[in-house]
C-alpha cells in the first residue's frame, strides 16, 4: 500500500511530503466491460496516461449480462455470470499496474427494505461477494491489489433517513460491511477496504464506522465532487478543492487520534459534478483538466495517501470520451505520472493559484495551476525554472514549449495547467 507519510511544515506557508503515482490514479468505469478493455487506442491510451492504480468500479457490473454494457450478473441462475468475469479477467491480465475490484451493492434477486437491504439477507450477500473474490482470484488468477466492499451507502443507510427525521442504519451498513469482508478475506483477498463514503465531511459518520469496522478494513476510502449544477460559477467550483482537502485532513488526524496512523485513507472518486445529467460541460473540456490538478495540489497535502479520479473512458467524465480519444484532462495525467512524483512542496500563491515544486528522482518539477477566469502571473519561485522546458494545458489545447528562457512563459493563461521540468 502506499505510505501514509503526511507533510510537514518546512517553512512559511509550505508544506512538504511525498507524491506517489498513486495520487494520479483513476477509476476503471468501463472495466467491467471485456471490449472495451480489449480496445487497443483504451489500453495505449491508459499506457499514455500512465495511470499505475485503477479502480474497476460501475453500477452496471450488477446487470444481467446478457442485456447490459458490462454487465457481470447471470440474472436467470441468480450467479455471477462466468463468462463475462472470465473475460475481464483475460483482457486486466496484461496490465502491470495495481487494480482494485469494488463490488457496489447486492443483486436484483436479493430483497430491498426501501434503500437498505434487508437483514436476512446480509450473509447472502457477504457469500456472493466472497464468490466473485473466488472466481477472480483462485479460477482466473487475476492479481487484485485490494477489493472493496460496497460503495456510498451511507447516503441511503445515514444521510437521507436522518434528513427525514428517521433513524439512521448505521450500525447495519457496518454491520453488513464486515460480514462481506470475513467473506471475501476467506475467500482469498488479500485486503479489503471501503465503503466509499459519500460524505467525508460528516466526519462523525465516518469515525463511528472505523470504531466499529476497523479490524476489517485495510483501507478507508471516500468520495468527493465539485457541484451538482453545470450552473455553478467557475470561481464556486474552483474553491471546492481546498474545501475537500480540509475534510480529508479532519478524517486523517481523526484517524491518527485513534491510533490508526498506518491505516491507507483514499480518496477513490472525484470530480467536478457528482451527477452525471448535468451533462457540466466543464468535465470534458480544459477547466476539467484544471480541478483535478488543483484537486492534486490541495489534496495531496491533506494526509490521504491516493486520489483517483472518475473516470477513465465515458461520454461525460472521462479522460477519454467515449470513442477512446483523449481529453485534456488526459494529458494531465499523462505529465503528473511522468513529471509530479517525488518530494512535493507547496508554495506560497495568489488567491486561485495552486503552485507546487516536486523533486523526482533525478528532475525537478513545477506545477502551477490558474483556476482563475483570468491571466495571472506565476508565483516567484518560477524563477528557478528559467530554461526549463514547459508544458500547458488551457483552452487552446495540450502544447510542450521551452525552453522557458523569456519571461512570458510566466503569465498563466485562465483556467490552465504548466508544468515546468528541469
Known amino acids: 500500500m502506499p505510505s501514509t507519510q503526511a507533510c510537514t511544515t518546512t517553512g512559511t506557508s509550505t508544506d512538504t511530503c511525498t507524491s506517489t503515482a498513486a495520487h494520479f490514479s483513476l477509476n476503471a468505469f468501463r472495466g467491467c466491460h471485456g471490449a472495451d478493455v480489449e480496445h487497443p487506442l483504451y489500453q495505449a491510451h491508459l499506457a499514455y496516461m500512465g495511470v499505475r492504480s485503477l479502480r474497476i468500479h460501475s453500477w452496471n457490473m450488477l446487470k444481467d449480462a446478457r442485456a447490459h454494457h458490462g454487465g457481470w450478473l447471470d440474472v436467470a441462475h441468480k450467479r455471477w455470470d462466468r463468462e463475462a468475469v472470465a473475460r475481464c479477467c483475460e483482457a486486466w491480465q496484461h496490465y502491470t499496474g495495481e487494480l482494485i475490484i469494488n463490488i457496489p451493492g447486492w443483486p436484483v434477486w436479493l430483497q430491498q427494505r426501501g434503500d437498505v437491504l434487508a437483514p436476512a439477507h446480509w450473509d447472502d450477500t457477504a457469500a456472493w461477494y466472497a464468490e466473485l ?43 453488513l460491511y464486515t460480514r462481506c469482508s470475513r467473506a471475501m478475506r476467506a475467500a482469498g483477498a488479500t485486503q479489503v477496504g471501503g465503503p466509499a463514503f459519500t460524505r467525508p465531511d460528516q466526519l462523525d459518520n465516518v469515525a463511528g464506522f472505523i470504531d466499529t469496522c476497523r479490524e476489517h478494513c485495510d483501507v478507508l476510502s471516500v468520495h468527493a465532487y465539485g457541484c451538482g449544477s453545470a450552473d455553478t460559477p467557475d470561481r464556486d467550483l474552483f474553491a471546492r478543492p481546498a474545501v475537500i482537502a480540509a475534510s480529508l485532513a479532519d478524517i486523517r488526524a481523526m484517524l491518527n487520534q485513534r491510533g490508526l496512523h498506518d491505516l491507507p485513507l483514499h ?156
Open 133 to 175: 473474490v473466488d472466481l477472480v482470484v483462485n479460477t482466473h488468477g487475476l492479481q487484485v491489489a485490494w477489493w472493496e466492499a460496497t460503495n456510498e451507502f451511507d447516503q441511503g443507510w445515514i444521510v437521507a433517513p436522518r434528513a427525514r427525521g428517521e433513524a439512521d442504519h448505521a450500525a447495519d451498513m457496518a454491520a
Open 267 to 422: 480518496l477513490n472518486e472525484f470530480n467536478v459534478a457528482w451527477t452525471w445529467d448535468s451533462l457540466d460541460p466543464r468535465m470534458p473540456d480544459h477547466r476539467g483538466a484544471c480541478f483535478d490538478a488543483a484537486m492534486a495540489c490541495c489534496c495531496i497535502p491533506s494526509g490521504v495517501q491516493a486520489m483517483m479520479a472518475w473516470n477513465e473512458c465515458d461520454g461525460v467524465y472521462g479522460k477519454m470520451d467515449g470513442a477512446y480519444r483523449l481529453r485534456p484532462a488526459g494529458h494531465w495525467y499523462h505529465l503528473a505520472n511522468r513529471h509530479c512524483i517525488g518530494e512535493w512542496t507547496t508554495l506560497p500563491s495568489a488567491d486561485g493559484l495552486h503552485a507546487a515544486q516536486v523533486a523526482g528522482d533525478a528532475r525537478t518539477s513545477l506545477v502551477l495551476v490558474n483556476t482563475t477566469d483570468q491571466v495571472a502571473s506565476a508565483p516567484k519561485a518560477a524563477d528557478s525554472a528559467s530554461g526549463a522546458e514547459y508544458w500547458r494545458i488551457d483552452e487552446n489545447g495540450f502544447t510542450r514549449l521551452g525552453p522557458a528562457a523569456s519571461a512570458g512563459w510566466k503569465l498563466l493563461p485562465r483556467h490552465s495547467i504548466t508544468v515546468a521540468v528541469w
